[in-house]
């Protein structure tokens, strides 16, 4: 298939040009002149809509919380448990669940502790075992 490029041509635009002229005279528009020839006012050009970009919210779900309970699990970190009412579970982390974590505890029956009973958490190590009296005996 022989196909043939058309390029418009200095006259094709200086006759679309005067087409326009001549129809916006017939319209009753106005023109400018300048000396002796008439120039044909410029349509106004639609420019696209500038799209902004909106701020994409942070995720949800960072699995920082998923990577520690992997990290401890691996490790068998012995973790203390503080629940809502203050009791403390020693034990370390079986696995987890969107709403459980399950807690194996060497000297006491293993445990299923909802998570949404749970304060906060934080390894064993961590716990300061010099407790200070405050009871002063004489």
């Known amino acids: 298939m022989n196909r043939k490029l058309i390029r418009t041509t ?3 635009v200086k006759a679309q040009v005067r087409e326009i002229h001549e ?15 008439a120039m044909p006012q410029r349509l106004p050009t639609r420019q ?16 920082a919380e998923i990577y520690y309970y ?7 970190t012995p973790m203390v448990i503080v629940l809502q009412d203050g009791e403390e579970i020693e ?4 696995w987890y669940d969107r ?17 949404h009973n749970i304060k ?3 390894k064993g190590d961590e716990r300061s075992d010099t407790a200070v009296d405050t009871d002063v005996s004489s």
Request: hydrophobic residues 30%.
């Open 99 to 115: 709403g459980a974590l399950k807690v194996n505890r060497k000297t006491a029956p293993n445990l299923l502790v909802l998570r």
């Open 23 to 37: 129809a916006r005279e017939r319209m009753g528009g106005n023109t400018q002149r300048g000396g002796d020839r």
């Open 70 to 76: 992997k990290k401890q699990i691996d490790a068998h």
């Open 48 to 63: 696209p809509p500038v799209q902004v970009r909106k701020r994409m919210p942070p995720p949800a779900e960072t699995n």
């Open 120 to 122: 906060y958490m934080y």
């Open 10 to 12: 200095l006259s094709d």
């Open 91 to 94: 034990g370390t982390i079986e």
